[in-house]
């Protein structure tokens, strides 16, 4: 039999990925600059598109990137009493090709929600978690249709 140990008797349990809201809203400022990044980038990509099909499906994604980096500000004017300020020294990279940006923008928005998981245990509870919650459920969703364009392309090369 498994005995049940109460919780004055337990260690306090804290997940790796604990951050702390001074850390989360220095993550939330610098997603700020990754979404327009990433919306920069998508725009490249849009025009690398074999079809019209596909560049809309892109074109959804980058919509979407513009309305996480408007509820980002949002979310940090509210918080901070502050306005994001300043623009990043990260440059965004030039698509070689349709495959290898596919590529990259999948392995980004995987990225993204690791990132945003970060955030997400930083802050506190309500609106500004659910709000997080459903931008990293959008970038899950970006992830999906762009292993979708990737196998997609992939097979019909062979």
Known sequence: MHMVYSYWFRSQFIPVWATSTQDALE???NAVQ???NDELFYDQLI???PN???AEVISSIRNDERGH???FRQMYRE???HEVMGTSNEVPENVNSYIAGLQKAFQGELSAVEKYRKIWFGLPYGIYKDTLYGIILDEQKHADKYNNLLLHNLTANQ
Do not use: D, F, I
Request: hydrophobic share 40%.
């Open 27 to 29: 993550l939330m400022r």
């Open 34 to 36: 990754g979404e327009r």
């Open 47 to 49: 025009k690398l598109a």
């Open 52 to 54: 019209q099909a596909q």
């Open 69 to 71: 980096n408007q509820m």
């Open 79 to 81: 918080l901070t009493g």
